[in-house]
């Protein structure tokens, strides 16, 4: 099964990083317009994405306080590890994981924009963190495709 795998680190405490993407309120600053409910384990919540206007049921999988988020959406399952880094920054490792993305050109399209997805996530969560700026929905003039 093919899986993506993009990492990257946050200078800010796992706690941090771990309540913002858990919390509606934290993931509407960056990501989402709207998150219904707290990620909790076993429940289902709804994420808007008002940039491309769909709404998405979530299932929230597993959630272990500062080290793990997962969840399943449409097209996939997500999962985010948090570590502390070895810096005495108190930096934050963030390890997210999306599977499957499929086979062929479909597969390697998937890929790619689930790629800058992502890229955008963690480049959101970061502005957000570090500097609180409130920011969520690509441009809808960002385009990534593959050909074959």
Known sequence: ???????????????????TIVSPEGLSSFFVA???APM???TTV???????????EVRIGEIETDRLISWSWPG???????AETDEASGATRLT??????GDGIEGAARAVG??????????GLRAHLLHGIRHFGLSDAIRATVEG
């Not at 997210?96 to 993305?101: C, K």
């Open 1 to 19: 099964m093919t899986k993506l795998i993009v990492e990257d680190r946050i200078d800010r405490p796992v706690k941090d990083v771990f309540n």
């Open 34 to 36: 709207e998150a219904s």
């Open 40 to 42: 909790i384990p076993g």
């Open 46 to 56: 709804t994420w808007r994405f008002g940039h491309v206007d769909a709404t998405f």
């Open 76 to 82: 996939g399952d997500v999962t985010i590890d948090l």
């Open 96 to 101: 997210i994981t999306e599977q499957p993305m």
């Open 114 to 123: 689930q790629t800058q997805g992502w890229t955008y996530f963690v480049c």
